[in-house]
Protein backbone atom coordinates (compact mmCIF):
# COMPACT_ATOMS: atom_id res chain seq x y z
CA UNK A 1 0.00 0.00 0.00
CA UNK A 2 2.88 2.66 1.34
CA UNK A 3 4.02 1.70 -2.57
CA UNK A 4 0.99 3.34 -4.12
CA UNK A 5 1.23 5.72 -1.99
CA UNK A 6 5.01 6.91 -2.95
CA UNK A 7 4.30 6.00 -6.92
CA UNK A 8 1.06 8.70 -7.04
CA UNK A 9 3.46 11.21 -5.07
CA UNK A 10 6.46 10.78 -7.28
CA UNK A 11 3.76 10.99 -10.50
CA UNK A 12 2.55 14.23 -8.92
CA UNK A 13 6.14 15.49 -8.55
CA UNK A 14 6.77 14.63 -11.85
CA UNK A 15 3.54 16.92 -13.20
CA UNK A 16 4.08 19.65 -10.87
CA UNK A 17 7.71 19.92 -12.67
CA UNK A 18 6.41 20.17 -16.29
CA UNK A 19 4.00 22.29 -15.25
CA UNK A 20 6.20 24.66 -13.76
CA UNK A 21 8.85 24.43 -17.04
CA UNK A 22 5.20 24.96 -19.23
CA UNK A 23 4.74 28.35 -16.86
CA UNK A 24 7.89 29.51 -16.92
CA UNK A 25 8.12 28.86 -20.61
CA UNK A 26 5.05 30.68 -21.67
CA UNK A 27 5.31 33.57 -18.86
CA UNK A 28 8.87 34.49 -21.03
CA UNK A 29 6.71 34.14 -24.37
CA UNK A 30 4.31 36.16 -23.12
CA UNK A 31 6.84 39.09 -21.94
CA UNK A 32 8.53 38.75 -25.39
CA UNK A 33 5.31 39.09 -27.15
CA UNK A 34 4.49 42.02 -24.50
CA UNK A 35 8.26 44.17 -25.66
CA UNK A 36 7.77 43.79 -29.21
CA UNK A 37 3.67 45.28 -28.89
CA UNK A 38 5.69 48.25 -27.24
CA UNK A 39 8.71 48.21 -29.41
CA UNK A 40 6.02 48.31 -32.56
CA UNK A 41 3.93 51.06 -30.77
CA UNK A 42 7.48 52.75 -30.14
CA UNK A 43 8.43 52.18 -34.43
CA UNK A 44 4.92 53.83 -34.87
CA UNK A 45 5.07 56.49 -32.53
CA UNK A 46 8.25 57.81 -34.01
CA UNK A 47 6.95 57.03 -37.65
CA UNK A 48 4.20 59.28 -37.31
CA UNK A 49 6.29 61.92 -36.09
CA UNK A 50 9.19 61.45 -38.84
CA UNK A 51 5.92 61.65 -41.09
CA UNK A 52 4.94 65.26 -39.37
CA UNK A 53 8.22 66.21 -39.64
CA UNK A 54 8.89 65.50 -43.21
CA UNK A 55 5.54 67.28 -43.94
CA UNK A 56 7.07 70.42 -41.97
CA UNK A 57 10.16 70.77 -43.89
CA UNK A 58 8.33 69.98 -47.40
CA UNK A 59 6.01 72.77 -46.49
CA UNK A 60 8.99 75.08 -45.27
CA UNK A 61 9.13 78.28 -47.80
CA UNK A 62 12.23 79.99 -49.00
CA UNK A 63 12.83 82.50 -47.24
CA UNK A 64 14.24 85.28 -50.35
CA UNK A 65 16.03 88.21 -47.20
CA UNK A 66 18.60 87.90 -44.86
CA UNK A 67 15.76 88.54 -42.14
CA UNK A 68 13.41 86.03 -43.22
CA UNK A 69 16.16 83.60 -43.25
CA UNK A 70 17.30 84.48 -39.72
CA UNK A 71 13.14 84.32 -38.91
CA UNK A 72 12.91 81.33 -40.11
CA UNK A 73 16.15 79.59 -38.36
CA UNK A 74 14.63 80.76 -35.35
CA UNK A 75 11.15 79.34 -36.00
CA UNK A 76 13.56 75.60 -36.69
CA UNK A 77 14.84 75.73 -33.65
CA UNK A 78 12.16 76.66 -31.48
CA UNK A 79 10.54 73.29 -33.13
CA UNK A 80 13.13 71.53 -32.34
CA UNK A 81 11.94 69.27 -29.88
CA UNK A 82 14.21 66.39 -28.08
CA UNK A 83 12.02 63.30 -28.50
CA UNK A 84 12.31 61.19 -25.25
CA UNK A 85 13.64 57.71 -26.63
CA UNK A 86 10.98 55.43 -25.17
CA UNK A 87 12.58 52.25 -26.28
CA UNK A 88 15.47 52.77 -23.95
CA UNK A 89 12.72 53.94 -20.82
CA UNK A 90 11.43 50.99 -21.27
CA UNK A 91 14.18 48.38 -21.86
CA UNK A 92 15.75 50.08 -18.16
CA UNK A 93 11.89 49.64 -16.91
CA UNK A 94 12.33 46.07 -17.81
CA UNK A 95 15.79 45.45 -17.14
CA UNK A 96 15.16 46.91 -13.08
CA UNK A 97 12.08 44.84 -13.14
CA UNK A 98 13.33 42.06 -14.06
CA UNK A 99 16.09 42.18 -11.78
CA UNK A 100 13.97 43.37 -8.53
CA UNK A 101 12.66 40.31 -8.57
Known amino acids: ?7 KAE ?3 AERTALGEA ?3 RQK ?3 M ?3 LAKFK ?3 AQVLAWIRQ ?4 VDATEVAGTVAAVNAQIKKNSEQKVRRPRLW ?3 RQHATAHRYSA
Not at 53 to 56: I, L, P, T
Open 23 to 25: WDT
Open 33 to 35: AAE
Open 1 to 7: MRNVFVT
Open 29 to 31: ALE
Open 11 to 13: AVS
Open 53 to 56: RREA
Open 88 to 90: QQR
Open 41 to 43: ADQ
